[in-house]
């Protein structure tokens, strides 16, 4: 099944820092945008931040600017999200999927991967 495949996630305290890496299982990001999404319990998923696949250009959401980078590695077939300075409000299931367009948040991929858990105690 295509899908992508999220790590590095955990447990970490406030003010700490985690670095997520997306991978594609069964299909590449060759030409592909990527977007990192995550969801809280008993919240809808929101838009975390975006890169295009030249690597130019990142986009964050208000919450996370100036505290995560996201970043791809084309030739590992990767995509990073640097995470820093972490709130307990950044818990969440993290996701990433390819993105149908840069001038949007909706999926390429029909598939969703699994998710890595980041928890952020206070």
Known sequence: QVQPVEAGGGLVQ?????????AASGRTFSGYHV???????GKEREF???????GDGPDYAD???G???????NA???V????TSLRPEDTAVYYCN????YHGITPAWSSWGQGTQVTVSS
Request: charged share 20%; with cysteine; aromatic share 10%.
């Open 35 to 41: 977007g990192w999404v995550r969801q809280a319990p």
């Open 76 to 78: 590992k077939n990767t």
């Open 63 to 65: 919450s996370v600017k």
């Open 48 to 54: 975390v931040a975006k890169i295009r696949w030249s």
């Open 67 to 73: 505290r995560f980078t996201i970043s791809r590695d």
């Open 98 to 101: 390819p993105l149908l367009t």
């Open 80 to 83: 990073y999200l640097q995470m």
């Open 14 to 22: 406030a003010g700490g820092s985690l670095r997520l890496s997306c």
